[in-house]
């Protein structure tokens, strides 16, 4: 009786630590379960913060595009004032061009890009139809150049007058040419150089 009552203290002992153990093993992997789960929500949040950054900015370019294509078009219908308009509103949304999500380089190209743009932009904002294209054809160079660094969600054309100031580019929306630095006087004078995605 004394035998069997040693074997089952062991077994009964035994089974405790067993369930000690397996307790233990269920904690640790909770508890590595909850550091996979924190880690993962943290890239997460990282990634939605970085796609932010990336809406933040691509919110931005578009807006800077939407107002050059305005003032583009604007220019293609010679239409001073509606083109000095497009100049004012062009400025304001190059001024709330937001560049912190870019690198250190970038945002000291941005920079230089934004100011001669804007200073371009603001001279449309207050000239004549030949002053202000002459304006444009800077300002385009700029634009590019900002696109260049930022990427764009829309498929853009650069296209080329040779005939324009020793020959001059401008980006559009579309294919089809439509000159801003001649208007109706040479509406189809260009070509596509390139198509930029």
């Not at 929500?41 to 933040?56: A, F, I, P, R, V």
């Not at 949304?93 to 870019?102: A, Y």
């Not at 385009?140 to 001059?168: E, H, R, W």
Request: some cysteine; charged content about 30%.
């Amino acid at each position: 009786m004394k035998y069997l009552k040693t074997i089952v203290a062991i077994l009964v002992i035994s089974l405790i630590n067993l369930t000690i153990i397996s307790c233990k093993d269920a904690k640790k992997e909770n508890t590595q379960d909850s550091i996979v789960h924190s880690e993962m929500n943290h890239n997460k949040m990282d990634k939605s913060n970085n796609m932010m950054d990336d809406n933040s900015q691509n919110s931005g370019v578009q807006k800077v595009l939407a107002d050059y294509m305005i003032l583009k078009d604007a220019l293609v219908e010679t239409d001073k004032n509606k083109a000095a308009k497009a100049g004012d509103k062009l400025n304001n949304s190059l001024s709330k061009f937001e560049i912190n999500g870019f690198t250190v380089e970038q945002q000291k190209e941005l920079k230089d890009i934004i100011t001669d743009a804007k200073e371009h932009a603001e001279h449309i904002g207050r000239s004549e139809i030949d002053h202000q294209r002459e304006h444009f054809k800077t300002l385009s160079k700029d634009i590019m150049d900002m696109v260049a660094i930022t990427g764009t969600k829309n498929t853009l054309y650069q296209q080329f007058c040779p005939m324009y100031d020793g020959g001059s580019a401008w980006l559009s929306l579309n294919k089809e040419i439509k000159n801003p630095y001649y208007g109706s006087k040479m509406l189809k004078c260009g070509k596509v150089q390139k198509e930029i995605n």
